[in-house]
């Protein structure tokens, strides 16, 4: 049973054994002026390993960015988390939490971006920089990471077992000659290079390395979160359209309805239509069959009503 959007989606998007999170900010009115609040978004995306269950977004709103919140939307969830590095979800990751820690698999987009950054040569020459402050590291750090996004996008949407068999033969090697090289280059630099930094979001923790590839020994894990990204998108292009979220309620209520549309846009529907009819049929179904609604059930039904035509 739910009686809210998100109650309806809270259990396919995290009744699964991987998610894929995110968060971006939003304006939140507060005495006259904004704060910067945040939306969180938790979305399930099997089919880059042929996985039969239909994508799903859950969004949720919080006025800050407190690790709290990671921990309250995921309480009592264990599974496979793909991120980024960020800190607010450390306490997933710990051995004594209950029902078991979450296992960190972190995402390659983030680590690539800190060294494309250094040897953007586009980029550079828009900021007004010289082509030769391009770093050679970086540019070969890009080439070399690239390397694995290409391997990646040959077992795009292939069951988990042959992606699985695939990066044990292509992949694995490639990423261990990765973890040689940045350890090497790493030696000669110090601490302030900027492409030590790059170097260190990979390496300088413990355990982290361990999380960039536990993608190797498992076909469902992605190289990357950019499902959670795309996600987002819409987001930021609504940010120019609206000026903020005028309370905490205001803030949730617009979880609820991103919750909904990004999930029919996941699952190639039109929010609009989709939409239309639902608000239309929900006052003739009782609360017990409001998950007939999702939009995958939906689509289902529609189909279902075309053949019979």
């Known amino acids: 049973m739910c009686s809210l959007p998100n109650g309806c989606m809270a259990k396919p998007v995290l ?3 991987k998610a894929g999170p995110g968060d971006t900010t939003v304006p939140l009115l507060a005495r006259g002026a904004t704060k910067e609040a945040r ?3 938790y979305v ?3 089919r880059p390993f042929a996985g039969t269950a239909p994508p799903a ?3 949720h709103f919080s006025a800050d960015r407190q690790m709290v919140h990671p921990n309250m939307h995921l309480s009592g969830w264990k599974g496979i988390l793909q991120a980024d590095a960020y800190g607010g979800y450390n306490d997933l ?3 004594d939490r209950s029902p078991g820690p979450v296992a960190s698999a972190l995402c390659w987009s983030h680590a690539r971006r800190k060294f494309f950054e250094l040897a953007d040569i586009a980029g550079n020459v828009r900021k007004g920089k010289a082509a030769h402050e391009i770093s050679p590291v970086a540019l070969q750090a890009v080439n070399r990471i690239d390397a694995l996004f290409d391997l990646e996008r040959s077992i795009n949407g292939k069951p988990a077992e042959e992606r699985l068999a695939a990066r044990q ?4 090697l490639l990423v261990k000659e990765l973890h040689g090289w940045l350890t090497a280059q790493r030696a000669q630099m110090s601490r302030h290079n900027p492409v030590a930094k790059a170097i260190d979001y990979m390496l300088g923790k413990e355990g982290r390395w361990e999380a960039f590839t536990r993608f190797l020994d498992d076909g469902r894990i992605c190289l990357t979160n950019n499902a959670a990204e795309r996600a987002l998108r819409g987001i930021a292009l609504g940010r120019k359209a609206w000026l903020f979220a005028g309370s905490q309620r205001g803030g949730e209520r617009a979880a609820f309805i991103y919750s ?3 999930t029919a846009r996941m699952n190639d529907i039109d929010p609009q239509a989709w939409l239309a009819d639902v608000l239309a049929r ?3 179904l009782p609360i017990s069959r409001l998950p007939e609604l999702l939009p995958w059930h939906w689509k289902a039904i529609g189909h279902a009503r075309q053949d019979a035509a």
């Open 93 to 95: 990751y710990r051995t």
């Open 39 to 41: 939306l969180w978004i």
């Open 15 to 17: 009744g699964r054994p």
């Open 282 to 284: 929900m006052p003739g």
């Open 57 to 59: 977004a859950l969004f």
């Open 44 to 46: 399930r995306d099997d």
């Open 169 to 172: 033969k292509h992949t694995r």
């Open 260 to 262: 909904l549309i990004v």
